[in-house]
């Protein structure tokens, strides 16, 4: 399953975004949409804070009122290769699963 997440991400090149951290550079904002089995259990799932978190802040949940069962997340990112490992994590992996998502739906976004 990491390698489907992983796939996914790697539509966004994080070269080709000027919104790293550091002097003079703002945190980039992420958008994540992606179908999921049970949409009550993913939105009370503890797994993306505790994945998540090392790695993103402001962690925000949305779900589409006109397409049962997809979601999104949208979160800040200070380091999008840290980004990109917990990705392609076992652990991500891992809480994808536990969370009923869809690898195969995850689509990344990233603010421009």
């Known amino acids: 399953m990491a390698l489907a997440s992983a796939r996914a991400y790697r539509e966004i090149d994080p070269r080709t975004a000027d919104h790293f951290t550091g002097e003079g ?3 980039p904002n992420l958008i994540a949409t992606h179908e999921v089995d049970d949409v009550a259990h993913w939105l009370s799932s503890p797994k993306r804070e505790e994945v998540f978190a090392s790695v993103a802040s402001n962690i925000r949940t949305f779900v589409d009122p006109s397409r049962a069962n997809h979601v999104g ?3 800040d990112v200070a380091d999008m290769a840290a980004f990109q490992a917990v990705m392609e994590s076992e652990a991500g ?5 536990y969370d009923g998502v869809h690898p195969d739906t995850v689509v990344v976004y990233v603010e421009s």
């Open 25 to 27: 550079h703002q945190m």
């Open 73 to 75: 997340l949208s979160m």
């Open 93 to 97: 992996a891992a809480a994808m699963e």
